[in-house]
């Protein structure tokens, strides 16, 4: 079950709904919306679980769809009263998709909505956000976590769910090989726990030897890694680690030509920035403020993808950044086209390619 995040190091949705469960005050319609389902799910869990009182719960919670709905559903689910309890909830998940005439039902309640139901509507990720009920209710928006947070995520993840502590290296393992989606952390982190248990039944930690034997994938050995080594022009690691970063469950080759394009505009930014005057001491900011405004996934925290960069940019030219960012759409190209049936060959003439664009000329700054 998603866990209650803290208020103190949340954002703004988590705060609200904590802030509601704490005081026991809660607003009688709350609209989650935003890109991050996980979150969502885990906001309704804790409004459920602060709200109704665990004995009557199975009598006053409602849980549906809106595209199971029709007219007199929706009137009935909102009309009717708790049951021995002084409160009942209900979720209509993907509010947006009712129809006209249950749509009606909804807006009609939401004027005069019951001081006894806890109403939670949502609207899934990618959905479009519904004005009338970001009007009409307490708003709550959950996009998906910085990098930076989806560390601290994974340690309070492991504390408030799976009682166990994870260390520094299988946090940082953790995000490299499995990303920042948190339903396929909290999968992992589970697997990871349960492992540590069976291999030491008094383990207090899951640590980097756990998640290696889990998820499979081994230190030195992750996307990020292989990154670093094309930042460096260090063919010989690059080539190396390809094989393995593509037998990693969950990566594809068109996923780590995306990283290695967002990692080329970063440097061609950065380079830019240099021939502007910007000192060393400076860029990590200007790569950090680069990556907060365009995004981009590169399996680690935004600060340590910017030093990374740092040390590397005096190594790009302006012409080897813009014949990176030639042969990566090319690559992309080639993936994606059918008759294409080698990716790892797609994939290891890239790289070499890549690499080979230090000779075009290292520029000092």
């Known amino acids: 079950m998603p866990p209650r995040l803290n208020p103190s190091k949340e954002s703004s949705p988590q705060r609200a709904v904590l802030a509601a469960v704490q005081a026991q005050t809660f607003a009688p319609v709350y609209y989650l919306h935003g890109d991050d389902d996980y979150l969502k799910d885990a906001a309704i869990h804790d409004l459920l679980a602060g709200a109704l009182d665990p004995a009557s719960r199975d009598f006053n919670c409602d849980v549906r769809r809106a595209s199971e709905m029709d007219a007199e559903a929706v009137n009935d689910i909102l009309g009717t009263p708790p049951m021995l309890a002084e409160r009942r909830a209900v979720v209509i998940r993907d509010a947006g998709a009712l129809k006209k005439a249950a749509r009606a039902q909804l807006d009609k309640y939401l004027t005069k909505p019951a001081s006894d139901t806890l109403l939670i509507l949502t609207t899934p990720a990618g959905g479009k956000t519904d004005t009338a009920l970001s009007h009409a209710a307490e708003t709550l928006n959950f996009e998906p976590l910085s990098p930076e947070r989806v560390r601290k995520w994974i340690m309070h993840h492991a504390q408030t769910v799976l009682h166990i502590e994870?260390?520094?290296?299988?946090?940082?393992?953790?995000?490299?090989?499995?990303?920042?989606?948190?339903?396929?952390?909290?999968?992992?982190?589970?697997?990871?726990?349960?492992?540590?248990?069976?291999?030491?039944?008094?383990?207090?930690?899951?640590?980097?030897?756990?998640?290696?034997?889990?998820?499979?994938?081994?230190?030195?050995?992750?996307?990020?890694?292989?990154?670093?080594?094309v930042a460096r022009h260090d063919a010989a690691t690059a080539v190396k680690l390809l094989a393995h970063v593509l037998g990693q469950p969950k990566v594809t080759a068109v996923q780590v030509v995306m990283m290695l394009t967002t990692q080329a505009f970063a440097l061609s930014y950065g380079r830019a920035r240099r021939e502007a005057g910007v000192t060393t001491n400076r860029l990590p900011a200007e790569f950090f403020s680069f990556l907060k405004e365009t995004g981009g996934y590169l399996g680690r925290p935004w600060g340590e993808a910017a030093t990374a960069w740092t040390k590397e940019v005096d190594g790009w030219s302006t012409h080897s950044c813009e014949r990176a960012l030639e042969l990566l759409l090319q690559a992309d190209i080639a993936l994606k086209d059918s008759t294409v049936s080698d990716a790892e060959q797609t994939m290891m003439s890239l790289l070499l390619a890549l690499c080979a664009l230090r000779s075009r000329g290292r520029k000092a700054a």
Do not use: F, P, W
């Open 166 to 229: 994870v260390t520094a290296d299988a946090v940082q393992l953790l995000q490299q090989s499995v990303g920042n989606d948190l339903q396929m952390l909290a999968g992992e982190m589970d697997k990871c726990a349960s492992y540590s248990l069976g291999r030491n039944s008094k383990a207090t930690s899951i640590d980097g030897d756990a998640v290696s034997a889990v998820v499979g994938v081994r230190r030195g050995e992750t996307v990020t890694d292989l990154l670093d080594a």
